[in-house]
């Protein structure tokens, strides 16, 4: 919803695992730094169907979700359950991107799905590659306005692993987008998806935050899942004016006031604002359709040009390639490979 600034901040170096020093070693020994990246190796689903209620945030209207398992190869699927009309989770399908992500098709002009973002998200940073998504409204819950309820019901289903691999995008050259003063970009990364997130809001609540991280499911859940979406006070009231944000409340927002943090429970983790923008991207760059091997970096950014950063990158077929999950790759936790690159090979 609001401005981001991507940048790059030094990984952290982990130690290394056995697996990790036999990946590092094939590379030519297990002097010097690196860093730990993943992507998934098989194709995933849930292993039962989970449901909940909650609100649209801009509806105000009560919808119920359905997570569905799905066959391989599907991919993540919105199905508007009311109207009987299917869409595909993907970059091209988006049709709005100023408050929320929405897709939507152009057969079906009335059969669209609001604030996909948080739950595409929790999905992708649970790695499960294959789901439907029901919904009976316009828009998903917004739940406590964060990914961690969906990862929740992703938990309760449990992951079942799938036969055949899950195929990577690997981008192959820098893309970028641009607006006023923002940009995003992608570029190429030896191995896994990172993102560099920073903000800077004159709110003095928010002020500067930055943050980079290497995508794992341990670093999705620990870092990025919990944290709320956020507004400032003064564009609640010109939202609910407008006939939006109906369903916003202190419940499923952090609302910042200048200084203060409006909510009286305050934050639930140190900037929590930035955290939120990267759990915004991760969503969003789900759309590509497959987990992507690139490093995102911007400035500014928000759900539009993320959107625009997929249409750059799938406009010029040089931009990028499909390719299999590395079968070389060691398996870290269930179905996602673990390899160790030296940080010296890797973007910085
Ligand atoms: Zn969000």
């Known amino acids: 919803m609001n401005a981001s600034v991507y940048e790059l901040a030094p990984h952290a170096t982990p130690s290394l695992s056995q697996a990790g020093r036999a990946v590092a070693m094939e590379m030519g020994g297990d002097s010097g730094?690196?860093?730990?990246?993943?992507?998934?190796?098989?194709?995933?689903?849930?292993?039962?169907?989970?449901?909940?209620?909650?609100?649209?945030?801009?509806s105000g209207a009560k919808v119920s979700l359905t997570l569905l398992p799905a066959p391989?190869?599907?991919?993540?699927?919105?199905?508007?359950?009311?109207?009987?009309?299917?869409?595909?989770?993907?970059?091209?399908?988006?049709?709005?991107?100023?408050?929320?992500?929405?897709?939507?098709?152009?057969?079906?002009?009335?059969a669209r799905v609001g604030t996909v973002e948080h739950v595409m998200a929790a999905l992708a940073g649970t790695g499960v590659t294959n789901a439907i998504v029901c919904v009976d409204g316009?828009?998903?819950?917004?739940?406590?306005?964060?990914a961690e309820g969906f990862v929740f019901l992703i938990d309760c289903a449990g992951i079942a692993t799938q036969d055949e691999a899950a195929p990577v995008i690997e981008v192959l050259r820098p893309v970028r987008v641009e607006a006023d003063a923002a940009f995003a970009e992608l570029r190429p990364c030896g191995y896994g998806f990172e993102a560099s997130v920073s903000i800077q809001f004159a709110a003095a609540a928010i002020g500067r935050q930055s943050l980079s991280l290497a995508l794992t499911?341990?670093?999705?859940?620990?870092?990025?899942?919990?944290?709320?979406?956020?507004a400032l006070a003064e564009e609640v009231a010109a939202l609910q004016a407008a006939g939006l944000g109906l369903g916003g409340s202190l419940d499923n927002a952090v609302v910042v006031d200048g200084a203060r943090v409006l909510n009286p429970g305050g934050l639930r983790m140190?900037?929590?604002?930035?955290?939120?923008?990267?759990?915004?991207?991760?969503?969003?760059?789900?759309?590509?359709?497959?987990?992507l091997r690139a490093r995102m970096t911007g400035h500014r950014s928000g759900h539009r040009l993320n959107n625009q950063l997929l249409h750059a990158l799938f406009a010029d077929p040089a931009n990028w390639r499909m390719v299999p999950a590395d079968a070389t790759a060691t398996t870290g936790m269930a179905g996602w490979g673990e390899r160790r690159l030296r940080a010296a090979a890797a973007p910085v």
Do not use: W
């Open 270 to 291: 140190n900037e929590e604002f930035v955290r939120h923008k990267m759990l915004d991207a991760v969503g969003d760059l789900a759309l590509a359709g497959a987990t």
């Open 33 to 58: 730094e690196y860093v730990t990246r993943f992507e998934p190796t098989v194709q995933r689903t849930l292993k039962q169907p989970i449901d909940c209620v909650g609100v649209g945030v801009h």
């Open 138 to 146: 316009p828009e998903v819950p917004i739940l406590d306005g964060s």
């Open 72 to 110: 391989a190869g599907t991919g993540i699927v919105f199905r508007r359950t009311d109207l009987g009309v299917d869409i595909q989770a993907r970059f091209d399908n988006v049709v709005d991107t100023r408050l929320c992500t929405v897709l939507g098709r152009a057969d079906r002009p009335e």
């Open 217 to 230: 499911t341990e670093a999705f859940r620990a870092q990025l899942s919990r944290a709320r979406t956020f």
